[in-house]
């Protein structure tokens, strides 16, 4: 009889993103922050997407309730009145603090921290709405974990965070991996075809750049597999 591959159900939670948490519609974040984690987490869906052996689910702050899987990534930027403030946190519900979510965060952390120039490590857990957070009371997973990714306050935080998008989707999707134990292997080729039927992209960032729908490509835009 054959074997069912794992699910390793992943929800990638862009924090602050239309459409928002009943009773938290009118918080929008630090300024920028929307702009920068959605394009993170797009981009992130987009590799675990990619990668057949991983069952991906994307949604802004309307956490799907009851959604239960592996790993609850949230994804968020901080901002302070104070412009010295910089650097980034990790946050985790206590109560459900174990050695999976550990894992997670010693993966997360490692692969932020690769990535050249990245924020100083700030204080993690620091605030009760990063303790408390409602993604944790809406979610069953083994590890949940939420990451401020720096201060969109802090000029240095912020140049660096909206130059590296890519690299923390990367080090995200990487540290999925690493928690998984799971090699990085090839992923597949698309390519986007424009109205006209001229192929205007190909590589593996097609449906982000779908999404996105760059201003110089006429729509609509296709998708298709190469390889």
Known sequence: MPTTAPARRVLVHMGHVSPREPGFTTQTGAAGEIEEVEAIG????ALLDADARLTPTLCGGDVPDGWTGDIVLA???????NPAARGYSLGWPPAEYGPKTLRLIDHLETRYEAIAGHPPHHSDNYTADMRGYYAWHRTHADAKVLVEHGFLSNEADR???QSH????????????LDYY???LQELPTWEVVDAKGKVV????????LVWLKPKKWAGPLTIRRVK
């Not at 797009?42 to 869906?45: A, D, M, Q």
């Open 181 to 183: 134990g799971l090699a």
């Open 201 to 208: 992209y190909q590589g593996t960032w097609a449906k982000v």
């Open 159 to 161: 140049l660096w965070l």
């Open 42 to 45: 797009k981009r992130l869906y």
């Open 165 to 176: 998008v890519l690299a923390i989707a990367q080090a995200w999707y990487l540290a999925v």
């Open 75 to 81: 994804l968020h930027c901080d901002g302070s009145s």
